[in-house]
Nanobody, 117 residues
Framework: QVQLVESGGGLVQPGGSLRLSCAAS????????MGWYRQAPGSERELVAS???????NYADSVKSRFTISRDNAKATVSLQMNSLQPEDTAVYYC???????????WGQGTQVTVSS
């Protein structure tokens, strides 16, 4: 059974930083693309960042230069370092695991990030 468990969300002031982590189990982690998505109230879920099996990264324009995604295949974890957080970054953040060309597609339960003074 595949499980993705996120941690690291919380309340932070504008300009602050948070680090999200996602631990995967029940699957061969290194074969899968990992991503972070977010969903704000009243909005659709959107891609924040992704990282391929080879380590190539992709970011939403709104987070480029502020967020950094990384993965540790040995620990089966993916992290999202978020710096210079702004109120518009407030959302529930979801970890995603997928394998291109396969039906493999899993989601974590989500972790709340709130940026407010």
């Amino acid at each position: 059974q595949v499980q993705l468990v996120e941690s690291g969300g919380g309340l932070v002031q504008p300009g602050g930083s948070l680090r999200l982590s996602c631990a995967a189990s029940g699957i061969i982690f290194r074969l899968n693309v990992m991503g972070w998505y977010r969903q704000a109230p009243g909005s659709e879920r959107e891609l924040v960042a992704s990282i391929t099996t080879g380590g190539s990264t992709n970011y939403a324009d709104s987070v480029k230069s502020r967020f950094t995604i990384s993965r540790d295949n040995a620990k089966a974890t993916v992290s999202l370092q978020m710096n210079s957080l702004q109120p518009e970054d407030t959302a529930v953040y979801y970890c995603n695991l997928r394998r291109p060309g396969y039906v493999t597609n899993y989601w974590g339960q989500g972790t709340q990030v709130t940026v407010s003074s």
